[in-house]
């Protein structure tokens, strides 16, 4: 892959990171609103996937980096 494309890949993928904390943050709003326990609770389910979504994007957002040789300069990237 040249190195345009894996410049754009690493930008899609942060982007990816960013939407999944942002939906996560949504549904954890959802869940300390609610009134309704099943209501919490599905909006609870739906938070940790999102979080659980991020962790996999996060990884490979790494994966790619270290490939490239670039170096991550936070954990919070």
Same mark, same amino acid.
């Given at each position: 892959m040249g190195g345009d494309a894996e410049k754009e890949?690493?930008?899609? =993928?942060?982007?990816?990171? !960013?939407?999944?904390?942002?939906?996560?943050?949504?549904?954890?709003?959802?869940? /300390?609103?609610? =009134?309704?326990?099943?209501? !919490?609770e599905t909006f609870n389910k739906l938070a940790d996937e999102e979080g659980k979504h /991020?962790?996999?994007v996060r990884e490979l957002y790494h994966q790619t980096k270290k490939r490239l040789g670039l170096k991550i300069l936070h954990d919070d990237e």
């Open positions: 890949i690493l930008d899609i =993928l942060k982007k990816a990171m !960013k939407r999944e904390s942002d939906a996560e943050a949504i549904y954890r709003r959802g869940a /300390e609103i609610a =009134l309704r326990p099943e209501v !919490k /991020e962790e996999v």
